[in-house]
């Protein structure tokens, strides 16, 4: 039976769960999912907002989701105005501010269906008070809204917010597992598939969007990566700060892209949406911008976190266990020999500069950095001039 519960990869129980409880109608309005990240929490979530919101209902012909009409469509697309999705607003969490903007949100009446679906992630950073202002809509939501929060782990989450919402495990999925679930779901060989998972911080969902991404953009980006980090052992301070701009730049490209789909829906909408509600769709589509910017700067930094990890299989004589095979004769050239500990070292370089990104330092100040840390230790190789 496919439905809208077949695109929860590697998570069987949860799939039965889920499906199971929409088809008897035992949906409540708070759910917590949990689990780690990249078990595939926001893919499950948004699963549960289409066989919930599909008009076909869940007796329909394909088990409650035809995913085929269009607020289905717009559902998967992550475009539906009735379905929202948050994220903490601050460095350390949600804004007691966000939150209540949020509860005064779940007051209005939908837009275009006849349910509202808040998916707030990253739960674990909801702190005491923004936890308070949250609590009473938690427990008595309005009769059209679904509450579905992710987090980390249960004892990440305060217990108030756990002890009012059904609790949803996932499992962490092991990195052969994910590979060989990518691999099925694109038709890229194993060994792609792996290096796809490496680069999205060891999300499949993302893994998946990685490889499918249009014009193989992102595996473009990737090679590109690779050969500038190779050719850092010949760069001067110039090629390094101008290499990390270029990068910060091809990181935002293909947003025009996403900007022009976001502009095409907003005029195909405007005329039976009120004004209200076309702002709040303007407000959401810089949101999901902003996000897709970070997104791309993680795998930036995500790749050079693996090709690091490799340069320190090689110093270490096991170039077997390299995960970029496609670069593997780059990375004996380089790290043959080298300094292990220096390595190692380098690798929580690029920790800090994602800190430094979460923190919205400038993206080129935070690259150049990381790109300046890196030759040194291309440099401390041994393989120079
Ligand atoms: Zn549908």
């Given at each position: 039976?496919?439905?809208?519960?077949?695109?929860?990869?590697?998570?069987?129980?949860?799939?039965?769960?889920?499906?199971?409880?929409?088809?008897?109608?035992?949906?409540?309005?708070?759910?917590?999912?949990?689990?780690?990240?990249?078990?595939?929490?926001?893919?499950?979530?948004?699963?549960?907002?289409?066989a919930l919101m599909c008009p076909k209902g869940p007796r329909g012909p394909r088990?409650?989701?035809?995913?085929?009409?269009?607020?289905?469509?717009?559902?998967?697309?992550?475009?539906?105005?009735?379905?929202?999705?948050?994220?903490?607003?601050?460095?350390?969490?949600?804004?007691?501010?966000?939150?209540?903007?949020?509860?005064?949100?779940?007051?209005?009446?939908?837009?275009?269906?006849?349910?509202?679906?808040?998916?707030?992630?990253?739960?674990?950073?909801?702190?005491?008070?923004?936890?308070?202002?949250?609590?009473?809509?938690?427990?008595?939501?309005?009769?059209?809204?679904?509450?579905?929060?992710?987090?980390?782990?249960?004892?990440?989450?305060?217990?108030?917010?756990?002890?009012?919402?059904?609790?949803?495990?996932?499992?962490?999925?092991?990195?052969?597992?994910?590979?060989?679930?990518?691999?099925?779901?694109?038709?890229?060989?194993?060994?792609?598939?792996?290096?796809?998972?490496?680069?999205?911080?060891?999300?499949?969902?993302?893994?998946?969007?990685?490889?499918?991404?249009?014009?193989?953009?992102?595996?473009?980006?990737?090679?590109?990566l690779f050969s500038d980090l190779a050719m850092l052992q010949r760069a001067d301070?110039?090629?390094?700060?101008?290499?990390?701009?270029?990068?910060?730049?091809?990181?935002?490209?293909?947003?025009?892209?996403?900007?022009?789909?976001?502009?095409?829906?907003?005029?195909?909408?405007?005329?039976?949406?009120?004004?209200?509600?076309?702002?709040?769709?303007?407000?959401?589509?810089?949101?999901?911008?902003?996000?897709?910017?970070?997104?791309?700067?993680?795998?930036?930094?995500?790749?050079?976190?693996?090709?690091?990890?490799?340069?320190?299989?090689?110093?270490?004589?096991?170039?077997?266990?390299?995960?970029?095979?496609?670069?593997?004769?780059?990375?004996?050239?380089?790290?043959?020999?080298?300094?292990?500990?220096?390595?190692?070292?380098?690798?929580?370089?690029?920790?800090?500069?994602?800190?430094?990104?979460?923190?919205?330092?400038?993206p080129e100040t935070c690259l150049d950095t990381l790109l300046f840390d890196v030759?040194?230790?291309?440099?401390?190789?041994?393989?120079?001039?």
């Amino acid at each position: 039976m496919a439905d809208a519960f077949e695109n929860i990869l590697g998570q069987p129980k949860v799939r039965e769960f889920l499906r199971a409880s929409v088809v008897s109608e035992r949906v409540t309005q708070a759910y917590l999912f949990v689990g780690p990240a990249g078990s595939n929490k926001t893919q499950a979530a948004y699963a549960l907002a289409q066989a919930l919101m599909c008009p076909k209902g869940p007796r329909g012909p394909r088990g409650g989701s035809c995913g085929a009409c269009d607020r289905c469509g717009r559902i998967l697309r992550r475009k539906h105005p009735d379905v929202r999705y948050f994220a903490p607003a601050g460095a350390n969490g949600y804004l007691v501010e966000q939150v209540r903007e949020i509860v005064a949100d779940t007051a209005l009446s939908p837009i275009q269906a006849d349910k509202k679906i808040y998916i707030l992630d990253r739960v674990d950073q909801l702190g005491a008070s923004a936890a308070n202002a949250f609590l009473k809509t938690l427990e008595e939501p309005a009769d059209d809204v679904v509450m579905i929060l992710l987090g980390r782990t249960r004892e990440s989450v305060l217990p108030t917010i756990v002890s009012r919402c059904q609790v949803v495990p996932f499992r962490h999925i092991p990195a052969s597992e994910a590979a060989g679930i990518v691999a099925q779901n694109t038709g890229a060989d194993p060994a792609q598939a792996r290096q796809a998972i490496e680069a999205c911080g060891g999300s499949i969902t993302s893994a998946v969007a990685f490889l499918r991404a249009p014009g193989s953009e992102r595996l473009a980006f990737r090679t590109r990566l690779f050969s500038d980090l190779a050719m850092l052992q010949r760069a001067d301070d110039w090629d390094v700060v101008e290499m990390a701009r270029a990068l910060v730049e091809a990181s935002k490209a293909p947003l025009d892209e996403v900007r022009a789909s976001q502009e095409a829906e907003l005029a195909e909408n405007a005329d039976f949406l009120a004004k209200s509600a076309i702002r709040q769709i303007e407000a959401r589509n810089k949101r999901q911008l902003s996000a897709k910017t970070s997104e791309y700067l993680r795998q930036t930094t995500a790749m050079v976190r693996s090709w690091l990890r490799d340069g320190l299989m090689v110093a270490c004589g096991t170039p077997e266990l390299v995960i970029n095979t496609d670069v593997r004769d780059s990375l004996v050239a380089l790290f043959s020999g080298a300094d292990a500990a220096v390595i190692a070292a380098a690798c929580s370089k690029v920790d800090e500069c994602e800190r430094a990104l979460a923190y919205n330092v400038s993206p080129e100040t935070c690259l150049d950095t990381l790109l300046f840390d890196v030759r040194e230790v291309v440099h401390g190789s041994g393989r120079t001039d």
